[in-house]
T-cell receptor
């Protein structure tokens, strides 16, 4: 079962910041939050991840609340090419060989409007 | 380009026939994964591999088997395809070595239709 909850869809105007929320109230202390996006029917693309500190890279920023029960992905200047389904994912360790599993939810369909 | 090739990209088959999907990587990464994606859903893990001949089940493994006889190839087999296995299948890889952030690199997907 998915460990995250996201709104099914959102709109954002081109050039504005897109803020995508995610709830993960049952997350454990050693579980990371990952964000991926999927443009049309292509393979998913990694965006960013974090544990408890805020993170920023060339694509986006990730803000994680202090209690770690929710997070927000921020695309600072959305373009039409950012239209995609965005997945907030919890990474859990498996018992075997310190492998990871990504537990995916249904994602948020973000539509950037001109 | 993460050096991942899935084949075939599209396949239509009939119920009861065997199907094998191939994932090939050029990066020599340790971990390989097979996911399925159904309309309106995120990805669900079928099987994964953490080395040659080392595989384990994911959350939706029933009806599927895998093999990894070489580092670069990870095969997903449906022994007797059913209509419920109509889906888009994604292969993913992860380095599993120093500097590994846990990021997965995905292939372009294989669309399977079982009639």
């Amino acid at each position: 079962d998915a460990k995250t909850t996201q709104p099914p869809s959102m709109d954002c105007a081109e050039g504005r910041a897109a803020n995508l929320p995610c709830n993960h109230s049952t997350i454990s202390g050693n579980e990371y939050v990952y964000w991926y996006r999927q443009i049309h029917s292509q393979g998913p693309q990694y965006i960013i991840h974090g544990l408890k500190n805020n993170e920023t890279n060339e694509m986006a920023s990730l803000i994680i609340t202090e209690d770690r029960k929710s997070s927000t992905l921020i695309l600072p200047h959305a373009t039409l090419r950012d239209t995609a389904v965005y997945y907030c994912i919890v990474r859990v360790l498996t018992a075997l060989d310190s492998n990871y599993q990504l537990i995916w939810g249904a994602g948020t369909k973000l539509i950037i409007k001109p | 380009d993460a050096g991942i090739t899935q084949s075939p990209r599209h396949k239509v088959t009939e119920t009861g026939t065997p199907v094998t999907l191939r994932c090939h990587q050029t990066e020599n990464h340790r971990y390989m994964y097979w996911y399925r994606q159904d309309p309106g859903h995120g990805l669900r893990l079928i099987h994964y591999s953490y080395g040659v001949k080392d595989t384990d089940k994911g959350e939706v493994s029933d009806g599927y088997s895998v093999s990894r006889s070489k580092t670069e190839d990870f095969l997903l087999t449906l022994e007797s395809a059913t209509s419920s296995q109509t889906s888009v299948y994604f292969c993913a890889i992860r380095p599993g070595t120093g500097g590994d952030t846990g990021e997965l690199f995905f292939g372009e997907g294989s669309r399977l239709t079982v009639l």
